[in-house]
């Protein structure tokens, strides 16, 4: 069974370019969001000393974020009201990730609106830390690895301008609205 869930909206694109950040601006002006699982992971991974991390087992660690993803997709089926979402099921694993049959299922079968908002990379905000290891280069693959995916699943990622997280903001609202230029 497919459930389509078009008040489900993704921000999405490579780490560090700003989807936490316009998520939050969102939440602070009433949208409902829901914060990525991909964070969250890496940290409970790196204090209880595992290895599903993206720079020592990304297989483990895009398996164990997809398996969230959906719990947390699967969990709010019922929603009605317009939700935001910091990542979803198709942005597991990244270049080198080998989606196993149950991740393609899931592709197929739980389905957001079809416009995904994708900040695009921006060396000006990019900056690594203890969660995010990848470099600016990395950033620029995993970008380009995520559009491929969200068009192949057919959807149309709608890239943000390089701007202000408020007017990023405006953007994605005024096109929810139709009210975009």
Not at 1 to 11: E, G, R, S
Not at 69 to 97: H, K, S, Y
């Given at each position: 069974?497919?459930?389509?869930?078009?008040?489900?909206?993704?921000?999405t694109?490579?780490?560090?370019?700003?989807?936490?950040?316009?998520?939050?601006?969102?939440?602070?002006?009433?949208?409902?969001?829901?914060e990525?699982?991909?964070?969250?992971?890496?940290?409970?991974?790196?204090?209880?000393?595992?290895?599903?991390?993206?720079?020592?087992?990304?297989?483990?660690?895009?398996?164990?974020?997809?398996r969230?993803?959906?719990?947390?997709?699967?969990?709010?089926?019922?929603?009605?009201?317009?939700?935001?979402?910091?990542?979803?099921?198709?942005?597991?694993?990244?270049?080198?990730?080998?989606?196993?049959?149950w991740?393609?299922?899931?592709?197929?079968?739980?389905?957001?609106?079809?416009?995904?908002?994708?900040?695009?990379?921006?060396?000006?905000?990019?900056?690594?830390?203890?969660?995010?290891?990848?470099?600016?280069?990395?950033?620029?693959?995993?970008?380009?690895?995520?559009?491929?995916?969200?068009?192949?699943?057919?959807?149309?990622?709608?890239?943000l301008?390089?701007?202000?997280?408020?007017?990023?903001?405006?953007?994605?609202?005024?096109?929810?609205?139709?009210?975009?230029?």
């Open positions: 069974m497919i459930v389509a869930k078009p008040n489900f909206f993704l921000l694109g490579g780490p560090g370019v700003g989807k936490t950040t316009l998520l939050e601006h969102l939440r602070a002006r009433g949208e409902r969001c829901v990525e699982t991909h964070r969250r992971v890496i940290r409970e991974q790196v204090a209880g000393g595992g290895s599903a991390v993206p720079w020592l087992d990304r297989q483990a660690y895009g398996e164990r974020t997809a969230e993803d959906i719990a947390i997709f699967d969990a709010m089926a019922d929603v009605e009201q317009r939700v935001f979402f910091d990542r979803g099921i198709p942005d597991t694993g990244g270049p080198g990730f080998t989606p196993p049959p991740l393609v299922e899931a592709w197929r079968t739980r389905r957001y609106n079809a416009h995904v908002f994708v900040p695009p990379p921006w060396p000006e905000i990019y900056r690594q830390d203890a969660e995010r290891k990848q470099t600016f280069e990395d950033c620029l693959a995993t970008h380009e690895v995520i559009l491929e995916t969200y068009r192949a699943l057919d959807y149309e990622p709608v890239l301008p390089l701007t202000d997280v408020e007017t990023r903001a405006d953007f994605i609202l005024a096109h929810l609205d139709g009210t975009a230029r």
